[in-house]
């Protein structure tokens, strides 16, 4: 296969990869139950449990995001437990979904796209409803390019309620802060793909004493993503099935980056960054998604499609005439909005680009503020 050049891929995720991480995904193989992958993957659970600010368990699977917050539903409800699930976008819904469709009673708390969600709204429910077990939240909602107030929310759902939190941190961990032990999130699962700048592949999911209480009587089925199989052979410096060891390699160097860096400093340039997509957007005479910046994402910003675009177009000649790759909509918003991700190994230079590119592509689609 021919190599591909580089883009400019300022979508949510995947995200690029530095060429020395790349490099590092080059080890060779070895036995994943063996001394040199205990070692690793011993390391790499030590530094993950740093990045999420807990020291709770942190387990490591081979699976998409997806697949860490399936798993955090399988292994603390059973089928008809009551369940809040407050959402405001696509990837809300998602998890919504999810633990419908493994049998809990989910009652859905929708707010509108673009908006946060309202913790007193979560109050209220809570307050109605006291069967309810747990609560589920998507901290960073990649859809709209909002950032919901997970600290507030954490102190209703647990220090009023003491409700079990499961949270979506795909977007967000790594990149956003989201102290897992200070803020009392039982489970927080996120991707390889997104803040740990290597590609698809592994989930990771921190898990509460109070969680793993819960995992105890849950009666959802599950087999790949049993947590309790997965901590069990991680004493054993191993995974349950097997890894996906060259992700691994790369995630190594890629906690180092971070650790070394400092988390503080990770994510103020993550703030940066994001300050200047949103203003380079409205001095474009664009319109944001997210009326209220206090809760504008600093990982991905979602822009208003103006009316007389045709959205296919413009996204197509982004990336043909500019080698820039920006995503659009999704759901119900898919015809509305464009996105631009600026989350993991992204520089001001790759948004000046972006800046640039829009510049010149949007008075060729018929926009002229």
Same mark, same amino acid.
């Given at each position: 296969?021919?190599?591909?050049?580089?883009?400019?891929?300022?979508?949510?995720?995947?995200?690029?990869?530095?060429?020395?991480?790349? &490099?590092?995904?080059?080890?060779?193989?070895?036995?994943?139950?063996?001394?040199?992958?205990?070692?690793?993957?011993?390391?790499?659970?030590?530094?993950?449990?740093?990045?999420?600010?807990?020291?709770?368990?942190?387990?490591?699977?081979?699976?998409?995001?997806?697949?860490?917050?399936?798993?955090?539903?399988?292994?603390?409800?059973?089928?008809?437990?009551?369940?809040?699930?407050?959402?405001?976008?696509?990837?809300?819904?998602?998890?919504?979904?999810?633990?419908?469709?493994?049998?809990?009673?989910?009652?859905?708390?929708?707010?509108?796209?673009?908006?946060?969600?309202?913790?007193?709204?979560?109050?209220?429910?809570?307050?109605?409803?006291?069967?309810?077990?747990?609560?589920?939240?998507?901290?960073?909602?990649?859809?709209?390019?909002?950032?919901?107030?997970?600290?507030?929310?954490?102190?209703?759902?647990?220090?009023?309620?003491?409700?079990?939190?499961?949270?979506?941190?795909?977007?967000?961990?790594?990149?956003?802060?989201?102290?897992?032990?200070?803020?009392?999130?039982?489970?927080?699962?996120?991707?390889?793909?997104?803040?740990?700048?290597?590609?698809?592949?592994?989930?990771?999911?921190?898990?509460? &004493?109070?969680?793993?209480?819960?995992?105890?009587?849950?009666?959802?089925?599950?087999?790949?993503?049993?947590?309790? &199989?997965?901590?069990?052979?991680?004493?054993?410096?191993?995974?349950?099935?097997?890894?996906?060891?060259?992700?691994?390699?790369?995630?190594?160097?890629?906690?180092?980056?971070?650790?070394?860096?400092?988390?503080?400093?990770?994510?103020?340039?993550?703030?940066?960054?994001?300050?200047?997509?949103?203003?380079?957007?409205?001095?474009?005479?664009?319109?944001?998604?997210?009326?209220?910046?206090?809760?504008?994402?600093?990982?991905?910003?979602?822009?208003?499609?103006?009316?007389?675009?045709?959205?296919?177009?413009?996204?197509?000649?982004?990336?043909?005439?500019?080698?820039?790759?920006?995503?659009?909509?999704?759901?119900?918003?898919?015809?509305?909005?464009?996105?631009?991700?600026?989350?993991?190994?992204?520089?001001?230079?790759?948004?000046?680009?972006?800046?640039?590119?829009?510049?010149?592509?949007?008075? &060729?689609?018929?926009?002229?503020?």
């Amino acid at each position: 296969m021919q190599r591909m050049t580089p883009q400019n891929l300022r979508v949510p995720g995947p995200t690029p990869i530095p060429s020395d991480i790349v &490099e590092a995904m080059t080890n060779p193989m070895i036995n994943h139950r063996g001394p040199e992958f205990h070692a690793l993957i011993d390391k790499a659970t030590e530094q993950l449990k740093q990045v999420f600010m807990t020291k709770n368990d942190l387990l490591i699977l081979t699976a998409s995001g997806t697949g860490a917050l399936e798993a955090s539903l399988v292994n603390t409800l059973s089928p008809g437990d009551r369940v809040l699930s407050a959402t405001a976008g696509s990837f809300g819904d998602r998890f919504t979904d999810m633990a419908e469709a493994y049998g809990a009673d989910v009652k859905r708390l929708e707010f509108e796209w673009g908006g946060p969600i309202d913790p007193g709204a979560i109050r209220k429910v809570l307050q109605s409803e006291p069967k309810i077990k747990a609560v589920l939240v998507t901290h960073n909602e990649t859809s709209t390019g909002v950032t919901h107030p997970m600290e507030e929310i954490a102190k209703v759902v647990k220090g009023e309620f003491d409700k079990l939190l499961l949270v979506d941190a795909v977007s967000s961990l790594g990149c956003i802060p989201l102290p897992v032990d200070a803020w009392g999130c039982d489970l927080v699962g996120t991707a390889s793909q997104k803040g740990f700048m290597i590609p698809p592949g592994l989930a990771f999911i921190s898990i509460s &004493e109070r969680g793993w209480e819960a995992q105890q009587t849950a009666k959802m089925p599950r087999f790949y993503f049993d947590l309790a &199989e997965a901590r069990r052979f991680l004493k054993q410096g191993q995974t349950p099935f097997t890894p996906n060891l060259s992700a691994l390699y790369g995630l190594s160097l890629a906690l180092d980056k971070l650790l070394d860096e400092g988390l503080e400093s990770v994510f103020g340039r993550h703030a940066g960054i994001g300050q200047l997509t949103r203003d380079g957007v409205r001095e474009l005479g664009l319109e944001l998604l997210v009326a209220d910046e206090s809760y504008a994402s600093n990982t991905v910003t979602a822009v208003k499609m103006p009316e007389s675009v045709d959205g296919k177009k413009f996204l197509r000649l982004m990336r043909t005439d500019h080698n820039v790759v920006l995503a659009g909509g999704q759901g119900k918003m898919s015809d509305d909005i464009f996105r631009i991700g600026h989350l993991g190994h992204v520089t001001e230079n790759d948004i000046n680009g972006v800046m640039a590119a829009l510049k010149e592509v949007l008075p &060729e689609v018929g926009f002229n503020p």
